[in-house]
């Protein structure tokens, strides 16, 4: 509860922030203090002190997990905010009112890690993809900022709509919003009931999938991507990306036994067609931007493992999962944002030019491909190990496998072109600190890449 | 605590390198710190070292547990003497950022030494990369023209081999019974034939890629070719033991049914390697790509071997892991001698080494009748007890292997003649003595081959343990 109100309360400040105070520094400023005061406020809760405390019949429920989530996506916030601000401060007039945005987005994130009734799950992605619309379109003088942003919310309605009929045909079916509602079993429950269950779930996975951006429903992800303004990729693709996750484990994990056998193999046929075509479409990218969002769908398609079946190991994969690769595409979008163009070419020389910056890059592409020594082997070896736990055929952790070796190709692409081909990369003049930032983070992904403990332990106590 | 001197001092050694510009200090820091770690190798053979052991990830229940028998004595042995050979012998060669060229290579040592210590399934996959990752890049910065695309074939193919052994690895420990990753807990765990032939599977595809085994060792020629020689002689000398060991350590070990149901399945394979690349090997007029193919046939000779499941030529091929290395190396450097001085690895353009450079031709002649194996060098030994073990396995197998060595002879010594007889060519008259770094190296290592050629008893008692524990149950 103390983060939804207090990031809200945080939101409504931001927005008034733009009227009196016009230095985009001190506004950044304030966005950093809101957001460690809000990680606070979170941490007060998880260890049992209360800003507010009401009832909500049910509707949200604070498990420890989510509430460690809800931190670690702030946290992120706190780091892409920490890197960004400065590019923040160049789209548009004023950033506080960006900031503001964030923060709603952070209390409907709030809200995803810790519903327990459908209603609350609607009511957390619409706080959480509003804000996203916005964001999209905040390049208000590009047209292609404008196009994303119309596309994104157009078809962003209508998968909201396709949840809303699954959350219906649910009620409809069980007679309850509840997620822990008794699921009717074949031989008591009617069978009419039954198909609407199955019809209402179906729709729902439908438009979860939309909201992660997994294939068949990722049409929207490259656009989107590619025309927004860059740093706002960054946001939707991590720390967004990671709650719309969290949700949907959350929703699943309760109710896929209604679905019964065909529940795995509709999630195996999504993955399946994720990686496929996250990392085949990947591959044949010009654009180093464009290749980053199929690059995510690829991405998102190991994240989906985790909803094979809920166990620890799951937990904790999908948490180091979204830090880890979250860290990585902040840092990778950090220094896409610096380029003059998004073409490879724009890299050539980097390494020379640059030596920090190209480390630090070579880390974050590292730990997507999920080479060892980087967080995001761990990531990539926790999601396989829940695979299998979860009762999953090897062969699945074969395909995904084979689909992680794709991915070496199109992330080692920039690799070739930073090391091993001269030129002038084109890029704007950096300030140093930017480049220990992301060293930081680099860092800070080798870290775990060694001790993923450090992150996991939390979840427990 | 003296086995982490061998990941400790390559690693120390490579991050004080980033930090030296002058190229001729960071050439003796590496030499040194190479050699100290050759010094604590020297040690190890006769102080017997304690395992090294402390959790590291708890959750996962994965420790960091290093440990040296035989198997592993003999191949850190092998690595500790390779590094400040090959840093000696390359000393004068001209790399631009020569500093960071000399890091990578410390890093891949300390991969490499890692990759023969570890006894944590887990910790054997990170040293297993740890060792490739640097390869990459010395390969691709460093290489000749087509490197880059070149490298990132030979990196994409071991990456997904060793993917599949990573899936082998989660494989095994959701079936072991502690869940844990200890070779000792992977070897106690009750498989079924067929799941021990799905884990043998995908362990294997990472060992095959590395020997490399026909028909996977297309990446390996064009790698030899155009990396730069130092980094040709760690792959070749070194890091295609890592299959080997590899076989020796875990599949052998691991799943002993699926081993014993595919021995006629791999001998074969390696026998048709061993003739296809001796035959290519024969057509070769570069160098470089000839030593390459030899070392195909070679390794594809001690796969079989091991193979067989003879206690026999298990050794032999223990032994061998050790001469070949030392063999190679010798010939990387004499051919990496001509190619600096002369610019050419093109054999036609060769001639007359013997009457410009007497020393390099006795040398040069010295590594060729060994990588023939003829009596009094160190390979005769270990091929000799190789082929008496596939003859004990299949007298056919044996007697196909056994072309190899006819033409093994025809290849090297059609080298020896192109290069070192004939006419004085224009581009040997320009050759000077070689620097004296590389002719110590060389004398010390062709000291090594007729010493272990004539006595080669040191290496057997090396090695008795890692025998005992295979075939004595």
Redesign the interface.
């Known amino acids: 509860m103390n983060a939804i109100i207090v990031s809200s309360l945080l939101g409504v400040i931001m927005m008034f922030c733009s009227w009196g105070i016009k230095s985009q520094q001190v506004q950044k400023n304030i966005a950093l203090i809101g957001l460690f005061i809000l990680i606070i406020a979170n941490l007060a809760h998880m260890y049992g002190w209360y800003v507010v405390d009401y009832d909500t019949k049910g509707m949200l429920t604070y498990s420890f997990f989510g509430l460690y989530a809800n931190t670690l996506l702030f946290a992120l916030t706190f780091i892409y905010v920490w890197i960004n601000g400065d590019e923040i401060a160049k789209i548009g007039n004023t950033s506080a009112d960006f900031y503001s945005l964030f923060f709603f987005i952070l209390c409907g994130i709030s809200v995803l890690t810790s519903f327990d009734n459908l209603l609350m799950l609607f009511i957390g992605i619409e706080i959480l993809s509003i804000p996203l619309y916005i964001l999209t379109g905040a390049d208000k003088k590009n047209m292609f900022s404008n196009e994303a942003a119309l596309k994104y919310f157009l078809m962003g309605s209508f998968s909201t709509g396709i949840l809303l009929l699954g959350i219906t045909l649910i009620y409809g079916a069980t007679g309850s919003f509840h997620l822990t509602a008794p699921v009717i079993s074949i031989s008591t429950g009617f069978a009419q009931e039954q198909i609407l269950l199955s019809a209402g779930l179906i729709l729902l996975f439908a438009a979860m999938n939309f909201k992660v951006s997994a294939a068949p429903f990722h049409f929207w992800t490259p656009d989107v991507y590619d025309g927004a303004p860059t740093v706002f990729t960054s946001f939707m693709a991590t720390i967004a990306k990671a709650a719309g996750f969290i949700a949907f484990i959350n929703v699943f994990n309760s109710q896929y036994k209604a679905l019964g056998y065909s529940w795995t193999l509709l999630l195996t046929f999504v993955i399946i067609a994720t990686l496929l075509v996250g990392n085949i479409i990947a591959v044949f990218q010009r654009s180093v931007k464009r290749m980053l969002a199929y690059s995510s769908i690829a991405q998102a398609g190991f994240m989906l493992f985790a909803l094979y079946g809920k166990s620890e190991i799951s937990n904790e994969a999908i948490l180091l999962y979204a830090v880890v690769y979250s860290i990585a595409t902040i840092g990778i979008f950090a220094v896409l944002v610096k380029m003059k163009e998004n073409s490879f070419e724009a890299f050539h020389g980097l390494g020379k030019a640059q030596p920090l910056l190209a480390f630090a890059t070579t880390v974050f592409l590292f730990s997507l491909a999920g080479i060892p020594l980087t967080g995001g082997f761990f990531a990539k070896y926790y999601m396989l190990s829940a695979l299998l736990k979860a009762g999953a055929g090897l062969w699945l952790v074969l395909v995904a496998v084979v689909f992680a070796a794709i991915s070496i190709y199109y992330y080692f692409k920039i690799i070739q072109a930073m090391y091993f081909t001269a030129g002038e990369p084109a890029i704007n003049p950096l300030p140093n600190q930017y480049k220990y930032k992301l060293l930081t983070l680099a860092i800070l992904l080798l870290i775990l890449g060694v001790f993923p403990n450090l992150l996991l332990n939390y979840i427990y106590f | 605590m003296m086995l982490v001197s061998f990941l400790f001092l390559p690693v120390l050694a490579a991050v004080i390198l980033l930090l030296i510009k002058n190229n001729k200090t960071a050439q003796w820091t590496a030499i040194i710190f190479s050699g100290l770690t050759l010094l604590v190798a020297l040690q190890m053979l006769y102080t017997p070292m304690a395992d090294f052991n402390i959790a590291w990830?708890?959750?996962l229940n994965t420790r960091f547990i290093l440990h040296a028998d035989g198997l592993s004595k003999i191949l850190i042995l092998l690595t500790a003497i390779s590094f400040p050979a090959i840093l000696w012998a390359t000393a004068n060669n001209e790399y631009k950022n020569r500093n960071v060229f000399l890091s990578l290579l410390l890093f891949t040592e300390a991969g490499l030494m890692g990759v023969f210590l570890a006894a944590d399934g887990l910790l054997f996959?990170?040293f297993w990369?740890?060792a490739l990752?640097p390869i990459y890049?010395l390969c691709?910065?460093w290489g000749g023209e087509k490197?880059?695309a070149i490298t990132?074939k030979f990196?994409?193919y071991t990456?997904?081999g060793s993917?599949?052994m990573?899936?082998g690895i989660?494989?095994l420990?959701?079936h072991s019974s502690d869940h844990s990753f200890l070779i000792n807990s992977f070897i106690n765990a009750n498989l079924t034939g067929g799941q021990q032939i799905?884990a043998f599977a995908l362990f294997f595809i990472a060992f095959a890629i590395k020997m490399p085994i026909f028909p996977l060792h297309t990446w390996q020629p064009d790698a030899y070719e155009q990396s730069p020689t130092a980094v040709t002689m760690v792959m070749s000398a070194v890091m295609v033991k890592m299959g080997l060991y590899g076989i020796l350590r875990w599949l052998l070990p691991l799943f002993p049914v699926a081993f014993m149901a595919h021995t006629h399945v791999v001998v074969i394979l390696s026998v048709i390697g061993i003739l296809y690349a001796s035959f290519i090997a024969i057509r070769q007029d570069d160098i470089k790509r000839l030593i390459a193919y030899s070392s195909i046939a070679h390794i594809g000779l001690m796969n079989a071997a091991l193979f067989t499941h003879t206690q026999i030529a298990t050794q032999g091929a223990l032994i061998q892991l050790f001469s070949h290395g030392i063999n190679v190396l010798g010939l990387w450097i004499v051919a990496d001698i001509i190619e600096q001085q002369t610019g050419t690895r093109s054999m036609k353009e060769m001639g007359g080494l013997a009457k410009k450079q007497p020393t390099l031709a006795i040398l040069l002649v010295g590594f060729a009748l060994a990588n023939i194996a003829l009596p009094l060098t160190n390979s005769f030994v270990g091929e000799f007890l190789m082929f008496t073990g596939l003859f004990q396995f299949s007298p056919w197998m044996a007697a196909f292997a056994g072309v190899s060595v006819i033409l093994a002879a025809i290849y090297t010594l059609n080298m020896v003649q192109k290069v070192a007889y004939g006419a004085i060519s224009e581009k040997i008259n320009t050759m000077q003595a070689p620097n004296k770094g590389a002719q110590a190296v060389l004398i010390i290592l062709l000291i090594i081959v007729l010493a272990t050629g004539v006595y080669p008893q040191p290496l057997f008692s090396l090695t008795a343990d890692t025998l005992q524990q295979l075939f004595v149950k």
Do not use: M, V
Request: proline share 4%.
């Open positions: 990830l708890p959750n996959y990170f990369e740890l990752i890049f691709s910065i490197r880059i990132f990196f994409i990456f997904l993917l599949f990573l899936a989660l494989f420990n959701a799905t």
